[in-house]
């Protein structure tokens, strides 16, 4: 089997522009949250706010996804990129050993604002930063070493360099022509989520192009998203103290 290389990320952490990178370099088949779709419109979905008559897809589960993935791997090299918290029922040493992880990042401040402001009732599980430092934890334990670990305002103020960087550390060549694309792609044909409207800013971009890192104040937030943050930052924390710098 060829080497199935997973990106665990957090929702709002630029990881689809990370994505979308990755299918630039043309030797990857690339595959957009493929545990998350069957999570939340598989025919049993996970997802804590799924009430009767939302779409489901018969047939479409966590299993036939990761079937689908080896049957993939079979064929060439694979990059998914998904978040922990839809898979933490199957972290077994022999699942997560057909797997090249890394770990993607982002300041919560950032993450939990952006959520509320696309889903105001967001349940807390679908966060997902104590299960994504669960996984970075067991990983850890299970192969004596932290996993790569990139932080999306690392990346986003040198994309070049922490792209060269990530590409190292999975064992994958650098690809600079990757980091440019043409601007009006379809990124909602790749994704699964209420036509790609997530990734409206994706869709009009050029490529991975370096910006200055932001904050959020969040003083003036919501209790609940302040509430959320208090309970999200020490996860963060955590793997940001083995993020990779250059």
């Not at 990881?15 to 598989?42: I, N, V």
Request: hydrophobic fraction near 40%; charge should be negative; charged fraction near 20%.
């Amino acid at each position: 089997m060829h080497k199935i290389i997973a990106l665990w990320a957090v929702p709002r952490s630029t990881s689809t522009a990370f994505e979308w990178m990755m299918r630039q370099r043309g030797d990857l088949d690339c595959l957009h949250e493929p545990f998350g779709e069957a999570w939340y419109q598989g025919e049993a979905p996970l997802w804590p706010r799924f009430k009767d008559g939302e779409k489901t897809t018969p047939g479409l589960t966590i299993e036939s996804v990761w079937d689908d993935i080896q049957a993939r791997a079979q064929k060439g090299p694979v990059f998914l990129k998904d978040f922990p918290h839809y898979i933490n029922h199957m972290w077994t040493p022999e699942f997560l050993s057909h797997f090249t992880h890394a770990f993607l990042i982002r300041d919560p401040a950032l993450t939990i604002t952006s959520v509320y402001d696309k889903w105001p009732d967001f349940d807390e599980l679908e966060v997902g930063f104590p299960e994504q430092r669960a996984l970075f934890d067991l990983l850890t334990a299970l192969n004596g070493a932290p996993p790569p670990v990139i932080d999306s305002g690392d990346l986003l103020e040198n994309p070049a360099a922490m792209t060269q960087a990530f590409c190292d550390a999975v064992g994958i060549p650098f690809l600079e022509h990757a980091l440019t694309w043409e601007p009006g792609s379809d990124t909602g044909a790749y994704s699964w989520w209420d036509g790609g409207s997530f990734h409206a800013n994706l869709r009009n971009s050029t490529g991975l192009m370096p910006q200055t890192r932001k904050y959020v104040e969040l003083s003036d937030a919501p209790t609940r998203v302040r509430q959320v943050h208090r309970r999200m930052k020490p996860h963060y924390d955590h793997l940001n103290a083995h993020r990779i710098t250059l």
